[in-house]
């Protein structure tokens, strides 16, 4: 139980919730997209997953054993009409919207699919919501870059300015006023839908193979046996395991389908002891995996713009929900290095997998163990 203000609150997660319900994911071969399908199908949700091919090879989505256990849709968010026939022939109930160009650096190189992609993209995924009257909850996940970000030392509120710098940000702060506009325009007297809009940190984790984000670095470098290059050590972000969010998302979704009260726009991201510069981030690495792990600062001249610190103030979702997080930065490590070492051994992901989701749930008092 949490003591919040004088609210008590008993965060839990109720995965039965999700049995049997049929829950459609955007983006599902991705890296957070396939550990919510994992969630999902342990839950015994019926998933239909639409997405573009896994984006990353090797790829989360290829070793986590969930393809065969749901309906998979390989197709692109800015395709309307294939996307309107899927809507028309699964009838979700609920709705994760987690399909991206997620990379910052890669929307510099590709301005314009990256705006295709995150703003078309979540206007055809409204579109279907608002011709499909079996849809009772979508979440629209964007992220923390979706502020005007002004490098100060305190966390950004959700009544902020939305104005991300970069081609990737400044297309998350648009999908956010996509989602705006729908709410305003088409959805506002559908008593029977909510929808919201979830502004997450940076998530790491196990099975993450992104270019240019820093923990994949650490590991590929491991892999080969390389010293980790660091292009930028000394800037600052907020760290959180990819469970923490997805259980925020699980829960906003399962508690605006009951109560149309729980529709808004969250941050949800770690505590301010877990906003650490990447430096701090890469040496922690190096000792959780051990074995003469080092790095090194490979900062480039000239390049492009990203941001030096930025973290979120996430007041309301822990006052709303009595969310907190659990597993800090040391905790994330540790979970970071030990699938990245079953992955490399050949052992078993899925598994590993399981035991991370069973041994989080534990310590949320999550129902359904």
């Known amino acids: 139980m949490e003591n919040l203000g004088g609210l008590i609150v008993d965060y839990k997660v109720d995965l039965d919730f999700y049995k049997d319900k049929k829950v459609l994911i955007t983006g599902h071969t991705g890296f957070k997209g396939t550990w919510l399908t994992r969630i999902l199908i342990n839950a015994g949700a019926k998933v239909c997953g639409y997405s573009l091919n896994p984006p990353t090879n090797p790829s989360l989505f290829a070793i986590a054993d969930v393809e065969d256990k749901i309906k998979h849709v390989v197709g692109d968010v800015r395709d309307l009409d294939y996307l309107k026939k899927i809507f028309e022939e699964f ?21 314009v699919y990256t705006y295709e992609t ?32 002004n490098e100060w030392c305190w966390g950004y509120r959700e009544d902020e300015p939305l104005d991300g ?27 029977n839908l909510s929808v919201s809009t979830a502004r997450a940190g940076n998530v790491i984790g196990g ?22 290059g660091v ?10 395991h990819v469970l923490e969010p997805l259980a925020v998302y699980l829960t906003i979704v399962q508690k605006q389908y009951e109560d149309k009260k729980y529709q808004g726009f969250y941050n949800v991201g770690p505590d301010d002891s877990d906003c650490v510069t990447t430096g701090d981030l890469v040496e922690l690495f190096c000792k959780c995996w051990g074995e003469d792990a080092k790095w090194e600062n490979q900062a480039e001249k000239d390049a492009p713009h990203e941001a030096n610190f930025l973290k979120l103030d996430c007041s309301k979702v822990k006052a709303t929900f009595g969310w907190k997080p659990r597993w800090h930065i ?28 069973n041994e989080f749930r534990r310590e949320l008092s999550l129902i359904h163990i």
């Open 207 to 228: 099975g993450d193979f992104a270019n240019d984000r820093i923990i994949p670095d650490c590991v590929r470098a491991m892999k080969d046996g390389r010293i980790i």
């Open 330 to 357: 040391n905790k994330c490590m540790d979970m970071v290095c030990r699938f990245s070492k079953v992955w490399i051994s050949g052992g078993n992901v899925p598994a590993e997998m399981d035991r991370e989701i």
């Open 165 to 191: 710098f970069d081609p990737y940000s400044n297309s998350k702060s648009c999908s956010e006023l996509v989602t705006h506009s729908y709410l305003n325009s088409f959805f506002y007297n559908r008593s």
């Open 231 to 240: 292009r930028n050590p000394y800037s600052t972000r907020p760290y959180q």
């Open 91 to 111: 009838q979700p109930e609920i709705v994760f919207h987690l399909a991206a160009q997620p990379i910052v650096r890669d929307s510099y190189k590709e301005p």
């Open 118 to 149: 995150n703003v078309m993209g979540t206007v055809n995924i409204m579109e279907c919501v608002r011709l499909n009257s079996c849809v009772k909850s979508v979440l629209n996940v964007t992220t923390d870059k979706v502020y005007h970000n």
